[in-house]
């Protein structure tokens, strides 16, 4: 699967099978995208990608765009 | 979706007798989508027993409970009260789950984290009010006041900590007959001592070990107790504990071990609720020994040193199943087989733990396991609910799974060495009854801890609040404290009347305006400070002070501070020279816990919205008492 997938099925697992990702979609376009359903969702991509997040990244993060470029510097696990 | 789509997703689930956990998942989204909320529900909980990862479980418990039907209840309810020191809103959804296996139908009511002590020692709590059959105490070590050594007295802090959770324990029993499951202390993997740690009384580490001992044996017979410092040591504890996520986020406990802890927390309440399964019902060739004993004979069978690995691991399971035995579950052979060859290999194969005087009933011949079951209930007056099936023939486990859905069935790998914990990870057998001889010595901790906890500890509400020796300091916002301030505005979203959010220049403009009121609350107890935690913004309107922001942190929601700070807001309002205070409730889909703020502290009701927005004023002139009798209020420049 390619990191855009692979990120979407996370996506899916957290909120719904019916929600599309664009790289400046942010936590706004996403009805159910609260701060339980943010923690969720970077404790999955951690798992998913093999990553930790630094620091105040846990807590914010402003788009899928800055999202799919931390990813794709830092995942060690395809 | 189509019937085909349908059709094609079961496949995929049911291609593997445990199926699939994404499988199962698609399969119960599909069919919540198609109406089917039966269906979803089942294969939600296949879900959670086919997998324990946080991943699937939240997902599938996101499922479950879309599809909770209210015009189909189980008659098996719970009413959870989800009593936390820490965030429990992943856990929540999850104990729903968690009570698939018992056909438990969970509802859960959830306070702020933190608020444990208060809902409990309050008799007008919403945990009262929700009338809950299960009250859940979800704590952790951070809860305690136990303090990491040297120390020199120890075994006062230890009783100290002790009697306060009975006395918390007596205070729940005293307002409601409902369950209490209290969560022991998994203990944190920091050592400053080392190795020395379990040597020393006065290590965080052995008090805690200790307190779980204290608490677990005076529970007994009266209070569940979910062993989490065994659950954390079997998860691994740099998972458990993950500090991470306590620091962004107060998770106690780590995402990756909600799904263990949730299936536990319901096998004991489901223990106390007295569904505990009294049988065991085992097959016998290649269940208790290797091989098939019609082929190989009595002597033949792999079982014991002499027959190797495959023989050791059968042997370990016997003795795993005799202490089931011992405790007192009932052990039943179900059999395909002649009865004179079994009763041989019991009687002469010196290597068989398990004797005939072990087991409580038979059916061996050549009837289809189904119905060797279904007598072996008759024989032992047991309802198939009371009985476990183990057998390792998949189409054996399918065909009483299908005759006989009330009957558990566990699942049994390829290798014997692995039978061991395939019955460890069943929790239908965890225990609620103990012995007398337990129930004594309960019994005589209870009331030990009822007389010290007379001068040690606290048991309503006022005496809590009393012990806790708050000290509030109250003053204007100054240029060191907007940066908090403004952080405080913009996440605060429980105890917030109005949930409005400022920019930190609106922050600044605030506390430095003459015709405003900008105050700010720091609060420390004998236990900790918690520091800057409440926020009042008032703006003069001639005559009137109109409050614009009323916010306070969760994590001293309960504790009068808010009343001690609109009581300083009134003060300032008269010198002011105003004679109304006007404050407004704007409802969030997070704020209902502040809806009675204004009416609970002496404010009329002005006027209600379509929204829900109600404003609310107070006449200073009538002078009405705001009363913070557990809180001794300073300010900086007191001595």
């Given at each position: 699967m390619t990191l855009d997938e692979r990120l979407l099925k996370v996506f899916h697992d957290i909120f719904d099978d019916t929600v599309e990702l664009r790289d400046d979609t942010t936590a706004d376009d996403i009805e159910d995208w609260d701060s339980l359903h943010h923690i969720n969702l970077m404790y999955l991509i951690e798992e998913e990608f093999g990553v930790q997040f630094v620091g105040n990244q846990l807590a914010e993060m402003a788009d899928i765009g800055e999202l799919k470029a931390f990813l794709a510097d830092h995942s060690r696990r395809t | 979706m189509t019937g085909d789509d349908l059709d094609t997703l079961e496949a995929a689930a049911l291609a593997s007798e445990v199926p699939d956990p994404a499988a199962a998942l698609d399969l119960a989204r599909a069919l919540l989508r198609s109406g089917d909320n039966p269906g979803a529900r089942r294969w939600a909980a296949q879900v959670a027993s086919a997998s324990e990862e946080f991943g699937p479980w939240t997902a599938a418990a996101t499922v479950y409970g879309q599809a909770q039907d209210a015009s189909d209840p189980s008659d098996r309810l719970v009413r959870l009260a989800l009593l936390g020191s820490s965030t429990t809103t992943q856990l929540a959804p999850m104990l729903r789950l968690a009570g698939a296996p018992w056909s438990i139908d969970v509802t859960v009511s959830e306070p702020p984290y933190g608020q444990f002590e208060q809902e409990i020692l309050d008799p007008s709590s919403g945990t009262w009010e929700f009338d809950p059959t299960a009250v859940v105490l979800?704590?952790?070590?951070?809860?305690?006041r136990l303090a990491e050594g040297p120390s020199d007295d120890p075994a006062g802090s230890l009783a100290e900590e002790r009697d306060r959770w009975l006395s918390l324990w007596a205070a729940a029993q005293s307002q409601s007959t409902a369950h209490i499951v209290q969560h022991l202390f998994a203990i944190p993997p920091t050592r400053p001592f080392g190795h020395l740690t379990p040597g020393r009384h006065d290590t965080r580490a052995r008090l805690l070990a200790d307190l779980n001992h204290l608490l677990a044996e005076a529970a007994a017979g009266s209070v569940g107790v979910v062993d989490c410092e065994h659950l954390a040591s079997m998860h691994g504890k740099e998972r458990w504990f993950d500090e991470r996520y306590w620091f962004a986020a107060k998770q106690a406990v780590g995402l990756s071990a909600l799904p263990t802890l949730a299936r536990h927390t319901m096998a004991v309440i489901a223990a106390q609720m007295g569904l505990t399964r009294k049988c065991v019902v085992v097959d016998l060739d290649n269940t208790l020994w290797g091989g098939v004993v019609g082929e190989v004979g009595p002597m033949g069978v792999a079982l014991g040193p002499d027959g190797g690995a495959r023989g050791e691991a059968f042997s370990a399971f016997q003795d795993q199943l005799l202490s089931l035995r011992r405790r007192g579950v009932l052990l039943a052979v179900a059999s395909k087989n002649d009865e004179a060859v079994v009763r041989e290999v019991f009687e002469t194969n010196p290597a068989m733990r398990i004797t005939l005087d072990d087991v409580s009933a038979w059916e061996v011949g050549w009837n289809p396991k189904p119905e060797s079951v279904e007598r072996l209930a008759a024989t032992l007056s047991l309802g198939l609910d009371s009985l476990v099936f183990v057998d390792d023939n998949p189409a054996e486990r399918e065909a009483v799974r299908q005759a006989l859905p009330e009957v558990d069935v566990v699942v049994l790998g390829d290798d014997p060495a692995t039978y061991g914990r395939a019955l460890d990870r069943y929790l239908g057998f965890e225990p609620a009854m103990v012995t007398a001889e337990d129930l004594g010595r309960a019994a005589s901790y209870r009331a030990k801890a009822a007389t010290s906890h007379a001068r040690s500890t606290s048991a309503t509400l006022d005496d809590f609040l009393e012990s806790l020796d708050m000290i509030a300091e109250i003053d204007d916002v100054g240029p060191d404290q907007v940066a908090r301030v403004h952080q405080l505005i913009n996440k605060t979203n429980q105890f917030n009347l109005t949930t409005r959010r400022h920019d930190l220049g609106t922050v600044t403009e605030f506390a430095n305006r003459a015709d405003a009121v900008c105050l700010r609350l720091h609060l420390r107890d004998r236990f900790a400070d918690h520091g800057l935690v409440a926020v009042l913004v008032g703006v003069q309107e001639g005559e009137v002070l109109d409050i614009d922001t009323l916010l306070m942190s969760c994590?001293?929601?309960?504790?009068?501070a808010e009343t001690a700070l609109l009581g300083a807001a009134v003060r300032r309002a008269a010198d002011l020279g105003c004679t109304t205070i006007r404050g407004t409730y704007e409802p969030t889909s997070?704020?209902?816990?502040?809806?009675d703020f204004y009416d609970n502290h002496h404010f009329a009701l002005v006027s209600t919205s379509d929204e829900g927005t109600s404003v609310w004023e107070h006449q200073l002139a009538d002078g009405a008492a705001m009363p913070t009798p557990h809180i001794h209020l300073t300010s900086p420049t007191d001595p």
């Open positions: - | 979800a704590v952790h070590h951070g809860a305690t994590r001293v929601i309960g504790r009068t997070r704020n209902a816990l502040v809806a």
